[in-house]
């Protein structure tokens, strides 16, 4: 009750004389994630010898850091005039244009407990709602070998348009369609010479829940920029997913699979993420594949919840015409543990490892760290 009479009071000292606050209920929020992490890659193939090491303050392991305001206006017979902007906070200082602006989430809309739910603005893709967890964080989280699921800026849409079902008896369908750079899909010629910026992107997804069962299915395809070694048009990257989870109470059960083509959208686990040098593995051509796979199990232990996961993708990179034998198969393995103190802040820790990293064969990392959760 005081986040919220205190975020109306902050909205009220921004609005137009004599606009009345009262029929929106507005919610401030936040979530503040920090603790000590410490990575290691070595990378050791036909004699090079690179290694890259780092530790210190973490921002951001299991949740983003963030703050927000959310609300909504009650329009009547069930309809509410909906908004959320959601700004990225780094607790280990704040320089830098990444951390300014709502550039998490920043949308807009209408919500109709009979229609479902319409949103334009900068939003989480499908895949990324659809996703059935549980799942890992850093080096262990799946969107490390998955394109179009993870919580990355890949994944979420700038200037898109989004509907989600309400709930029907535990389906639930959600479609999104984003119209590429500033004021949308823009497409010209110059005599002879075609420009385009389409960066167009669409994605579906289907997901069902019913008491410990939970299932999800996803398809992304992005538009990209440039051209083909060609000169052609790039081929648009696509990815599908399938992932289904079951409580069994005393643990529960994440299973996914899924394929990439043409690249990995939003993807945050190419080699070049973490060795500077590397290069960007998922766009080296337009015939790039991958299938990829996701275990992961958590348990009730304690008073608080351990996980163990295995993620696992492989490539055509091994190909003559690609990286030959400097490509190998991803695989990352991680254990974390999460103590609640409060309904609010937990304490957790967690310790991965990684072979092939963005697959470069014997690229490896390692990683353990610890960390303070706060919810508000």
Request: glycine share 16%; aromatic share 12%; no cysteine.
């Amino acid at each position: 009750m005081k986040k919220t009479l205190l975020a109306a009071a902050l909205l009220a000292g921004f609005a137009t004389a004599g606009v009345a606050q009262a029929e929106t209920s507005v919610t401030l929020y936040g979530i503040l994630d920090t603790g000590y992490g410490y990575q290691n890659f070595k990378y050791d193939h036909d004699g090079a010898d690179v290694r890259a090491r780092s530790s210190g303050l973490r921002d951001g392991t299991f949740n983003g850091s963030r703050w927000g305001l959310k609300g909504a206006e009650d329009l009547g017979d069930g309809l509410r005039a909906i908004f959320q902007v959601e700004a990225h906070v780094n607790l280990g200082g704040q320089g830098g244009s990444a951390h300014s602006g709502f550039n998490r989430q920043s949308f807009v809309g209408l919500s109709s407990d009979s229609w479902g739910t319409f949103t334009m603005g900068r939003q989480y893709s499908a895949g990324t709602e659809v996703f059935q967890g549980p799942n890992g964080v850093n080096l262990g989280d799946a969107d490390k070998v998955f394109g179009a699921v993870g919580l990355g800026g890949g994944t979420r849409v700038d200037n898109s348009f989004k509907y989600s079902t309400p709930d029907l008896s535990g389906f639930k369908a959600i479609v999104l369609y984003g119209t590429g750079g500033e004021n949308g899909t823009k497409v010209g010629r110059v005599g002879d010479t075609s420009t385009s910026d389409r960066g167009t992107r669409a994605s579906v997804g289907l997901s069902y829940t019913n008491g410990p069962i939970g299932v999800g299915a996803s398809y992304d395809r992005q538009s990209q920029y440039g051209n083909d070694v060609l000169g052609n048009d790039r081929k648009a990257a696509t990815s599908w997913v399938i992932s289904g989870a079951y409580d069994f109470e005393v643990v529960k059960l994440s299973l996914a699979y899924g394929q990439d083509r043409h690249g990995k959208i939003g993807w945050n686990g190419s080699a070049g993420e973490f060795i500077t040098g590397f290069p960007n593995t998922a766009n080296l051509s337009d015939d790039f594949k991958s299938n990829n796979y996701h275990v992961g199990l958590s348990a009730p232990i304690g008073g608080g919840t351990l996980y163990a996961g295995w993620n696992y993708s492989t490539s055509n990179l091994d190909h003559d015409d690609k990286l030959g034998d400097a490509a190998g198969s991803i695989s990352a393995y991680q254990v974390n543990y999460l103590y609640p103190l409060s309904k609010r802040t937990s304490l957790y820790t967690y310790a991965s490892y990684m072979k092939n990293v963005g697959y470069m064969k014997d690229l490896k990392g390692t990683e353990a760290g610890v960390g303070i959760n706060h919810k508000f």
